[in-house]
């Protein structure tokens, strides 16, 4: 996976599929998740001063860094294009609308729709 600069995306994938170490027997239990040996995650943080971009930084949270950078890249363009294409064809995503989620099953249930539209009801143009 690879995230922009905010820090929610490493303690949310951990919450979600981290898995609290089996006890050992001495000390007392583990009690926080850890993630997977084979997770790959890194973040791409840009730096804008005045509105233009000042500097890219790569920071690789799980994995190690060679393997990381490899197999994900080092920017986040399709990431942030399926975000920007979600958020157009689905109001519930946009914060400041009439039309967002209170209610996570809602927000889930516009998701899962929305996904089924895009991929499997809209023509695609590249295949004329």
């Known amino acids: 996976m690879s995230s922009d600069g905010k820090g929610a995306y490493p303690k949310a994938m951990l919450e979600t599929w981290g898995k609290v170490p089996e006890y050992g027997g001495r000390g007392t239990p583990p009690k926080l998740p850890?993630?997977?040996k084979d997770w790959k995650c890194l973040q791409v943080i840009k730096k804008r001063k005045g509105g233009k971009l000042e500097s890219v930084?790569?920071?690789v949270v799980y994995g190690n860094t060679e393997d990381v950078k490899a197999k994900l890249g080092c920017h986040?363009?399709?990431i942030e294009r399926t975000n920007l294409t979600s958020r157009t064809m689905n109001g519930r995503l946009v914060r400041k609308t009439l039309s967002f989620s209170k209610e996570l099953r809602f927000l889930e249930a516009s998701s899962i729709l929305e996904d089924a539209i895009y991929n499997f009801t809209r023509p695609v143009k590249t295949l004329r």
């Open 34 to 36: 850890k993630p997977g």
């Open 57 to 59: 930084r790569i920071k």
């Open 76 to 78: 986040t363009a399709y």
